[in-house]
């Protein structure tokens, strides 16, 4: 498999159900957990109005970004990180970033509450926020293509763990990596959640782990007017195995300024998340990273902010002494 697929999702978007596009999803999630979606009725000028707020933001001093470091979001982990501050397995990204998520007043429970905004880049503010109510609904559109890719009803995910769903948004800005480096922009991993949405710029660098969990990488290149679907962790867990979160990486080859868009969608935070009916089976093999998912026990929040804590130690020893 040298490519990933692209799946037309407007029949979900349009009509809530398409039997082609759900089986051409089942077949991508079983093949690699990634695939492109086009058809997803995101405003090209809502993307363009974004790219450009996030290029202004990233240009400014770091005095100025530093304004809104993650540090004054306390437990609801949004602002802003220099480069080095975010750690993959242990290790530094080469990458600086700013965390957003669903808009809300001050909440006990982590990862909820309001965002950080830059004061020298207002119009970012009223951009992220439209984009977050955007990415919701094409995100859901997806979501019933892959209900029914495991003969659900299309509406089972919208009418059960993403009726109240996390969601968390992402904006990356990658600087170029020099001839030969060893370090990566985001190292292996997988996503926690559902599913992500990953729009990106022109420049590439995502690399996603060939089927059979060996040593070859797929190329994940930028695809005009689409964005890159790919599972995550809670999606392997509920489907046995059947569908799985496939690791990915990072560099920055290009030469030039890199920036991405992840945009996550997960389950209730309050949540348990058990594997679907029927679907206890058989389908783990050895994860990259040796972790077992059957054997978690608890909520999705408590599953989140264990990784999410990995990422930035500094604010989950905030989040734990706050009780």
């Not at 919701?136 to 997806?142: G, I, L, S, V």
């Amino acid at each position: 498999m040298s490519e990933l697929p692209v799946i037309d999702i407007s029949g979900l978007v349009g009509r809530g159900e398409d039997e082609r596009a759900a089986r051409e999803i089942e077949a991508a999630c079983r093949a690699s957990g990634f695939f492109y979606i086009t058809g997803h009725g995101v405003d090209p000028g809502l993307i363009t109005r974004l790219d450009a707020a996030a290029r202004t933001f990233f240009a400014r001093p770091e005095a100025e970004k530093l304004e809104i470091a993650m540090a004054r979001g306390g437990r609801a982990w949004r602002g802003f990180f220099p480069v080095g501050a975010e750690l993959t397995s242990g290790v530094p990204d080469r990458k600086e970033g700013l965390y957003f998520g669903q808009e809300a007043p001050p909440s006990p429970l982590p990862l909820h509450g309001p965002n950080l905004f830059p004061r020298g880049v207002p119009e970012l503010r009223d951009t992220v926020l439209e984009y977050i109510e955007v990415l919701t609904n094409a995100a859901q559109a997806t979501l019933r293509g892959v209900a029914q890719s495991l003969d659900l009803p299309a509406d089972y995910f919208a009418a059960g763990y993403t009726r109240n769903p996390t969601v968390l948004f992402r904006i990356f800005h990658y600087p170029p990596s020099p001839p030969r480096a060893t370090d990566w922009g985001v190292g292996e991993h997988t996503d926690y959640g559902l599913l992500t949405l990953l729009l990106q710029d022109d420049n590439g660098g995502l690399q996603v782990r060939g089927p059979g969990g060996g040593e070859a990488w797929i190329d994940a290149p930028p695809v005009p007017g689409t964005f890159v679907c790919n599972i995550g962790d809670m999606l392997d867990r509920m489907t046995g195995g059947w569908y799985r979160s496939t690791p990915h990486r990072v560099r920055n080859t290009s030469g030039n300024e890199r920036l991405s868009f992840p945009f996550f969608f997960d389950p209730d935070f309050t949540a348990e998340v058990p594997p679907l009916p029927g679907r206890t089976g058989t389908g783990h093999a050895h994860r990259w990273d040796g972790q077992d998912l059957r054997a978690f026990t608890g909520t999705y929040g408590d599953y989140l902010v264990a990784k999410v804590g990995k990422v930035f130690p500094e604010l989950l020893a905030d989040v734990n002494e706050d009780g």
